[in-house]
């Protein structure tokens, strides 16, 4: 947590990760942040198949559960929306609207407020109301390419002949659109503090997938035949590839400046290179020259002559054991007094010079854990708090228990 937000307050309203990631990189940030939970439901990512997720996004958070659909739990969150500088939802179509918790009813309430509605397709559009999961995001913004094999069936498209389990199949829209709303809620925040003005952020995940893609978006708009060219003449693409190192692992090696071509071909002895830029030929005198040392051997060498070459890893213990990303301390260990040590990825900037966090979030809460804490804030007493459990308000009833049920 680097504290960057610190003061900030923060009430998330939200199922699965569009809402929780954004509450999770604004917690990160050092907001604190409320997850405003349903009292019978909750945030299902608490389910056996998605824990270790709700671990990750919902650490640094604390949990109250009301019941919005009642007026009681409404009125209760009004009470905490007035302490609050910004609003988490990603909530599609008219369903806050229902509960009373529309942009213009809470801006009614408290003008200057920062409302985030994160949505996979946005909250405008033809698409506005569907319900959507990760993958549908980077479906949308064409992230994730397909083919139909022999046998019918479709799958991931995959440019060789080996399927690898990577990073990719972790969903890029709901990571792109929690960065953009994060950010864009930080933008807010400081025009506020500049005019006294609040802002209504209209998220799309998928918009966001697109957005992170600008520089292949701006090839395929702007230059298509620049773009073919460069896809037709990839066989013969030797100073921009990957090639295979002795120990079975990759390299993606980027000379394309003649200085650090020619610094390599003279640090493997192969000077008679220099004059050659690309083809098949080359690409398999290069292959055989890398193919003469291990990955590390050939990282170890582009830092001592500052070569434009990199690591290219294809499993998550090869990303766990590289020593840049263990440098700058990307992955991270906690431990949760319900589930035990779990690992996370940790914020990608380095504050202050500081690569160790300034604090340990907080375990993800279980569900309602901090709802009577947040609530004898309010000035609820003990028995107030008794009452608005045992009228469905902060509790629900043991048949309203719907994970337990498996109606999710």
Request: aromatic share 8%; glycine share 10%.
């Given at each position: 947590?680097?504290?960057?937000?610190?003061?900030?307050?923060?009430?998330?309203?939200?199922?699965?990760?569009?809402?929780?990631?954004?509450?999770?990189?604004?917690?990160?940030?050092?907001?604190?942040?409320?997850?405003?939970?349903?009292?019978?439901?909750?945030?299902?990512?608490?389910?056996?198949?998605?824990?270790?997720?709700?671990?990750?996004?919902?650490?640094?958070?604390?949990?109250?559960?009301?019941?919005?659909?009642?007026?009681?739990?409404?009125?209760?969150?009004?009470?905490?929306?007035?302490?609050?500088?910004?609003?988490?939802?990603?909530?599609?179509?008219n369903r806050n609207a229902k509960l009373g918790l529309s942009y213009d009813d809470l801006r009614a309430r408290k003008p200057d407020i920062i409302y985030c509605q994160n949505t996979g397709f946005?909250?405008?559009?033809?698409?506005?109301?569907?319900?959507?999961?990760?993958?549908?995001?980077?479906?949308?913004?064409?992230?994730?390419?397909?083919?139909?094999?022999?046998?019918?069936?479709?799958?991931?498209?995959?440019a060789g002949p080996r399927r690898v389990l990577t990073m990719s199949a972790a969903g890029e829209g709901t990571s792109a659109g929690a960065v953009q709303a994060a950010l864009h809620i930080a933008a807010a925040l400081y025009r506020r503090q500049v005019t006294g003005q609040g802002a209504?952020?209209?998220?799309?995940?998928?918009?966001?997938?697109?957005?992170?893609?600008?520089?292949?978006?701006?090839?395929?708009?702007?230059?298509?035949?620049?773009?073919?060219?460069?896809?037709?003449?990839?066989?013969?693409?030797?100073?921009?590839?990957?090639?295979?190192?002795?120990?079975?692992?990759?390299?993606?090696?980027?000379?394309?400046?003649?200085?650090?071509?020619?610094?390599?071909?003279?640090?493997?002895?192969?000077?008679?290179?220099?004059?050659?830029?690309?083809?098949?030929?080359?690409?398999?005198?290069?292959?055989?020259?890398?193919?003469?040392?291990?990955?590390?051997?050939?990282?170890?060498?582009?830092?001592?002559?500052?070569?434009?070459?990199?690591?290219?890893?294809?499993?998550?213990?090869?990303?766990?054991?590289?020593?840049?990303?263990?440098?700058?301390?990307?992955?991270?260990?906690?431990?949760?007094?319900?589930?035990?040590?779990?690992?996370?990825?940790?914020?990608?900037?380095?504050?202050?010079?500081?690569?160790?966090?300034?604090?340990?979030?907080?375990?993800?809460?279980?569900?309602?854990?901090?709802?009577?804490?947040?609530?004898?804030?309010?000035?609820?007493?003990?028995?107030?708090?008794?009452?608005?459990?045992?009228?469905?308000?902060?509790?629900?009833?043991?048949?309203?228990?719907?994970?337990?049920?498996?109606?999710?």
């Open positions: 947590m680097s504290g960057l937000l610190s003061g900030v307050r923060v009430l998330e309203s939200s199922m699965l990760l569009n809402g929780a990631s954004t509450g999770m990189i604004l917690a990160d940030l050092g907001a604190e942040v409320t997850k405003v939970e349903d009292p019978s439901l909750g945030d299902y990512l608490r389910i056996d198949d998605t824990y270790h997720l709700h671990l990750h996004a919902n650490k640094g958070k604390r949990s109250v559960t009301l019941n919005l659909k009642l007026e009681a739990g409404r009125e209760i969150f009004y009470r905490l929306l007035a302490q609050a500088d910004v609003f988490v939802t990603n909530a599609v179509g946005g909250a405008t559009g033809p698409y506005a109301n569907l319900p959507v999961h990760g993958q549908m995001m980077d479906a949308l913004a064409g992230a994730t390419p397909v083919e139909t094999d022999a046998d019918g069936l479709v799958q991931p498209k995959c209504y952020l209209d998220v799309s995940a998928a918009d966001a997938a697109v957005a992170s893609a600008w520089t292949a978006a701006s090839l395929l708009l702007n230059r298509p035949g620049l773009a073919e060219q460069r896809q037709a003449n990839f066989q013969n693409l030797a100073r921009y590839q990957w090639y295979e190192t002795s120990d079975g692992k990759f390299v993606l090696f980027c000379p394309e400046e003649n200085k650090f071509w020619h610094a390599f071909c003279a640090l493997v002895g192969r000077p008679d290179l220099t004059g050659r830029e690309q083809g098949v030929d080359l690409r398999q005198e290069i292959g055989a020259i890398f193919r003469g040392r291990t990955q590390r051997e050939w990282m170890a060498l582009a830092v001592e002559h500052r070569l434009p070459l990199g690591p290219a890893h294809l499993t998550i213990d090869e990303l766990g054991t590289d020593p840049q990303l263990r440098h700058r301390g990307v992955f991270r260990q906690a431990d949760h007094p319900a589930r035990g040590a779990y690992r996370y990825v940790a914020e990608p900037v380095v504050v202050d010079g500081h690569a160790e966090p300034a604090g340990e979030p907080s375990p993800a809460p279980e569900l309602g854990e901090h709802t009577d804490e947040v609530l004898s804030a309010l000035g609820f007493t003990a028995a107030e708090l008794g009452e608005l459990a045992a009228a469905g308000v902060t509790r629900a009833p043991a048949r309203e228990d719907y994970i337990s049920q498996g109606i999710y």
